[in-house]
C-alpha cells in the first residue's frame, strides 16, 4: 500500500497548512498516535491513515484518504467533546465546493485543526503555531 499523490488544503486562516497525503510509507507501519496532544482525542475511526507526522513537542499531524465531509464534521464534533471549543474558526464551504475546515482550541490551549475537502482529511493537534 503506497500513500496516493497529494494535494494541498487551504486552513481556515488562509495558509496551506495540510498536505494531504505524498511519500511513500507502508499502510500498515501507519496508526494514529498515543502520545503528546494526539493522546486529548480519539483516533478517528474513518477513511484510509495515509500518513503521520510527529512535528515535535507531543505535536501531530494526520491524514485520511476516503473521507466524506461528513465524516469530517464528525471528527470535529468528537473533538469539541474532548474539550476543543475556544476560539473556535469554522469554514464550511460544504453548500458549494465540499470544503470544511476547522480550528480550536482547548482550555490548556492546545490547538486542534481539520480540513477536510475532496475526500481527504488532514487534522493538526498540538502548540499553536503561526
Same mark, same amino acid.
Given at each position: 500500500?503506497?500513500?496516493?499523490? @497529494? ?11 495540510? #498536505?494531504? =497525503?505524498?511519500?511513500?510509507?507502508? @499502510?500498515?507501519?501507519? %496508526?494514529?498516535?498515543?502520545? =503528546? ?12 491513515? %495515509? ?36 476560539? +473556535? ?6 453548500? %458549494? ?8 482550541? #482547548? ?10 475537502? @475532496?475526500? #481527504? ?5 498540538? +502548540?499553536?503555531?503561526?
Amino acid at each position: 500500500f503506497e500513500t496516493p499523490p @497529494g494535494v494541498v488544503v487551504t486552513g481556515t486562516d488562509g495558509d496551506d497548512v495540510i #498536505n494531504i =497525503g505524498g511519500g511513500g510509507l507502508p @499502510g500498515e507501519a501507519l %496508526s494514529f498516535p498515543a502520545t =503528546g496532544y494526539a493522546a486529548l482525542i480519539s483516533a478517528p475511526d474513518v477513511g484510509t491513515l %495515509s500518513r503521520v507526522e510527529d512535528r515535535g513537542g507531543g505535536s501531530w499531524a494526520v491524514y485520511y484518504t476516503g473521507v466524506t465531509v461528513e465524516q469530517g464534521k464528525g471528527c470535529y464534533a468528537a473533538a469539541r467533546t474532548a474539550g476543543f471549543t475556544e476560539d +473556535e474558526a469554522v469554514d464550511d464551504q460544504t453548500a %458549494s465546493g465540499g470544503r470544511y475546515a476547522v480550528r480550536a482550541y #482547548n482550555s490548556g490551549g492546545v490547538m486542534f485543526e481539520l480540513v477536510c475537502q @475532496g475526500g #481527504n482529511m488532514g487534522l493538526y493537534i498540538g +502548540e499553536k503555531y503561526d
